[in-house]
């Protein structure tokens, strides 16, 4: 009969302590689940923030980019301005050699009429 309380005693011993081991795993797991998830959270707040900063940098590369087009239409309208400018000039030239010979006709010409 004392063979039977011993074996009967080592079954409650290791049952014990199989409870034992299984609950510390379960706690353990627990703490762990919560130390990994606390840890998700930090790298999700983290991803967002980068997120915002991928956005506000795209944003200026987009902005970026429609100045370029707005520097090169202006470019492109300033070139055209110079080759009217250059144009405008000729004719101003041109004009102003019309009047001085206009001038000299008028000069001429009074100068007949008072040496008549």
Request: charged share 30%; net charge neutral; proline share 0%.
């Amino acid at each position: 009969m004392t063979n039977l309380w011993n074996f009967l005693g080592s079954i409650l011993v290791g049952l014990f302590s199989m409870f034992g081991v299984i609950y510390t795993a379960k706690s353990a797991r627990k703490e762990r689940e919560i130390s990994i998830n606390a840890k998700i959270d930090g790298l999700s707040a983290q991803i967002k923030a980068l997120e915002k900063k991928q956005d506000k940098h795209n944003s200026v590369i987009e902005r970026t980019f429609l100045l370029e087009k707005d520097v090169e239409n202006v470019s492109s309208n300033i070139e055209e301005i110079r080759a009217q400018l250059k144009d405008s000039q000729a004719e101003i030239v041109s004009l102003n050699q019309k009047m001085f010979d206009i001038r000299e006709k008028e000069v001429r010409l009074e100068e007949k009429v008072n040496n008549n």
